[in-house]
């Protein structure tokens, strides 16, 4: 039976999504709107408690936090290579860099409330948003210092699910901070969406429907 992924397009739900087309696992999108109240439906909640997505049934139960769901997917899946061995160097690298994306997320959710989901000017704080946008820039050059000695991925040893959970995130932080100052993070953002489950992941789910700018700037003070 095809895993059921509960999915807002465009959002952390796509990291899901498209690991389970590198692993190349079956998936049946169910589509919610982030504003139109289908994330508040009681059936939902049941599966979700804190009425987020993503939510994957698979393996005759219900998981919440991508984080999370995209690494019992690594360890209950096998044939590939998108994790480390346990007893591996490079472990506690990947855990790091698996939930690093979190901390950029944490960001660009507060700056999405700012430009995106806050209906009036008055509600709106030009202070908070040059803070999490300052915040979010020094988030990060951690990632562009990651990739300064030549490799391709966040791991030397080559693409891993750390590279999922980070591409969907870099492409949100693009849409704050001008990727000018990390040309490293912005190619390997053009590597990782050219990949073939990348694309597939995009086209199984639909366009986004919340970013209607490619660049969102600070308001004037
Ligand atoms: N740490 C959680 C965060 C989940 C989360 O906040 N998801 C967002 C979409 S990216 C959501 O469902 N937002 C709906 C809301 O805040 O009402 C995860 O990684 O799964």
């Known amino acids: 039976m095809a895993a059921k992924l509960h999915s807002i397009a465009g959002s952390r739900s796509f990291r899901v999504n498209w690991l389970l087309q590198e692993l190349g696992e079956p998936v049946e999108i169910v589509p919610y709107q982030i504003m139109d109240g289908s994330l508040q439906r009681p059936d939902f909640k049941a599966k979700s408690p804190a009425r987020r997505v993503p939510a994957l049934e698979i393996d005759g139960r219900v998981l919440f936090e991508s984080g999370a769901i995209v690494q019992y997917l690594c360890e209950t899946r096998t044939g590939h290579d998108l994790m480390p061995a346990i007893d ?6 990947w855990l790091q860099w698996l939930h690093y994306p979190e901390t950029l997320g944490a960001g660009i959710q507060n700056l999405n409330m700012q430009h995106l989901f806050l209906p009036k000017d008055w509600m709106k704080s030009p202070t908070v948003m040059g803070i999490e946008t300052k915040r979010l820039a020094i988030a990060l050059k951690a990632v562009e210092g ?13 693409f891993s699910a750390a590279d999922v959970m980070m591409g969907f995130t870099l492409d949100s932080a693009r849409r704050y901070v001008r990727f000018d100052n990390y040309p490293q993070t912005a190619a390997y953002l053009a590597r990782l969406k050219a990949r073939e489950a990348y694309i597939a992941a995009e086209a199984a789910e639909g366009p986004q429907q919340f970013y209607t700018q490619d660049f969102y700037n600070l308001p004037e003070s």
Do not use: P
């Open 88 to 93: 591996s160097a490079e472990r506690a690298d």
């Open 146 to 158: 990651a990739l300064t000695d030549g490799r391709d991925y966040l791991l030397s040893s080559g």
